[in-house]
């Protein structure tokens, strides 16, 4: 506990003088901030890197470690369809704070206790990545319709399908704007326009975006009219999505009901720990008592999941 205590300080007295230190140093730092942009947009023009930096860490040990690895593959997928920029190295030294902070704040209660919070703090990144993903996704899935009528609108009026896509890049904001633009910039820089919308469709990774590619390359080896298939396209989009609300819509009382089962246990506990302590200190003081608080965790932790996956319907 002790060592802990010790923890929490030295990160806390950490935070506080960094955030002192920028307080006392906002002025310079805004102005520094303001002329490197100005330096940037100016005579001497951006600064433009055409290779790619394959680092997985800053630090060379580390990216020599992680580098060549299948999980780090996995990582790097999984950052990049988060929307996220960070390196692999950044989320490795994030996953093993969190999982050192789980160990030692569960040293007190056992080593089971310390091993089940090492665990969730490991995990924490993850999960993160996992939850961020989702949001993502479901605001591709929004965008995507009126990016698909803008295309047309655009092809219509005359540009051609790379200059469309360029305009969606330009005028939508993010997700599906930075997608569309990361798109025509590969193909502008010498990528075949196949394996460009199969790189959009690797990154994004949904049904709907497979949907359109797909849509995209059948055109480009048979023929036809690209405006009507993407209208089409576009109207399935809509569809889907209607009846992915109303499903929701359905599922929301189940939903409620597996968070509120949930939580019951916690709120029970909670409130007997304020009326009676005495009577469930020796769940702490005990190590059975710490064997069934965490094996009673796992049980809650795998329930709420399970019900979650019960009340979710994929189309």
């Known amino acids: 506990m002790q060592t802990l205590i010790l923890f929490l300080v030295f990160f806390g007295t950490t935070f506080v003088l960094l955030g ?7 002025r310079r730092l805004e102005a520094t901030a303001a002329l490197k942009a100005r330096i940037t947009a100016g005579a001497l023009g951006p600064d433009v890197r055409i290779l790619r930096d394959l680092r997985k860490s800053a630090v060379p040990s580390l990216d020599r470690f992680l580098t060549g690895r299948s999980v780090t593959v996995l ?28 160990l030692l704040a569960g040293q007190s209660f056992g080593l089971f206790a310390a091993l089940g919070a090492a665990t969730v703090g490991l995990l924490l990144p993850t999960a993160l990545l996992v939850v961020m993903r989702r949001r993502r996704v479901r605001r591709l899935e929004e965008q995507l319709p009126e990016a698909i009528d803008m295309i047309v609108n655009a092809m219509r009026a005359g540009f051609s ?16 704007g930075e997608e569309f633009a990361t798109f025509y910039e590969e193909q502008r820089l010498g990528l075949d326009v196949r394996d460009a919308l199969l790189d959009l469709q690797e990154r ?19 023929g036809g009219n690209l405006s009507e298939v993407l209208t089409g396209l576009s109207s399935l989009i809509r569809d889907r999505s209607a009846l992915r609300d109303q499903i929701d819509t359905l599922t929301a009382e189940p939903k409620l009901t597996g968070n509120a089962l949930s939580a019951l246990p916690l709120l029970a506990f909670a409130v007997i720990m304020l009326l009676n302590r005495p009577m469930m200190q020796p769940m702490f003081d005990a190590d059975a008592g710490r064997y069934t608080l965490v094996f009673a965790a796992g049980l809650l932790t795998v329930g709420f999941l399970v019900m979650r996956r019960i009340a979710r319907i994929d189309l």
Do not use: C, W
């Open 20 to 26: 002192l230190y920028v307080f006392a140093n906002r």
């Open 75 to 102: 990582i790097e997928t999984a950052i990049e369809r988060a929307g996220l920029h960070g390196a692999v190295g950044e989320f490795a030294l994030a996953s093993a704070l969190l999982a050192s902070m789980g």
């Open 161 to 176: 399908f790379q200059a469309a896509m360029k305009f969606v890049g330009e005028e939508m904001t993010a997700p599906i």
């Open 204 to 222: 994004i990774d949904t049904l709907d975006i497979k949907m359109f590619v797909t849509s995209l390359l059948i055109q480009r080896e048979t």
